[in-house]
Nanobody, 126 residues
Framework: QVQLVESGGGLVQAGGSLRLACAAS??????????MGWFRQAPGKEREFVAA????????DYADSVKGRFTISRDNAKATAYLQMNDLKPEDTAVYYC?????????????????WGKGTLVTVSS
């Protein structure tokens, strides 16, 4: 049973920082073979792409709304992906989900993800 477990969410003031982590486990899940991504869903809105990183960590991409503020990374030895979020804004408030997909080109569409975590709530106060 593949599991992606997010952690690191919480309440932070605007301008602050948080670091999310996504730990992967599961007997048949080869973390290093998957691209990893972060999505978010604000109340009343659809889930949207935030960031993605290739299996090797050599390629990453971001939504325009977070470019320059968020950084995605991964540690294949620890089977963990991270999202460093700086200069947080109230509009970043959402449940953040970790996801695994087969290739970078598919990491922008929720329907193409193979695995999902249950999410972690990030609340940014003004």
């Amino acid at each position: 049973q593949v599991q992606l477990v997010e952690s690191g969410g919480g309440l932070v003031q605007a301008g602050g920082s948080l670091r999310l982590a996504c730990a992967a486990s599961g007997g048949i899940f080869s973390f290093h073979a998957y691209a990893m991504g972060w999505f978010r869903q604000a109340p009343g809105k659809e889930r949207e792409f935030v960031a993605a990183i290739s299996w090797s960590g050599g390629t990453s991409d971001y939504a325009d709304s977070v470019k320059g503020r968020f950084t995605i990374s991964r540690d294949n030895a620890k089977a963990t992906a991270y999202l460093q979020m700086n200069d947080l804004k109230p509009e970043d408030t959402a449940v953040y989900y970790c996801a695994a997909g087969r290739t970078m080109s598919t990491m922008y569409r929720t329907r193409d993800m193979d695995y999902w975590g249950k999410g972690t709530l990030v609340t940014v106060s003004s």
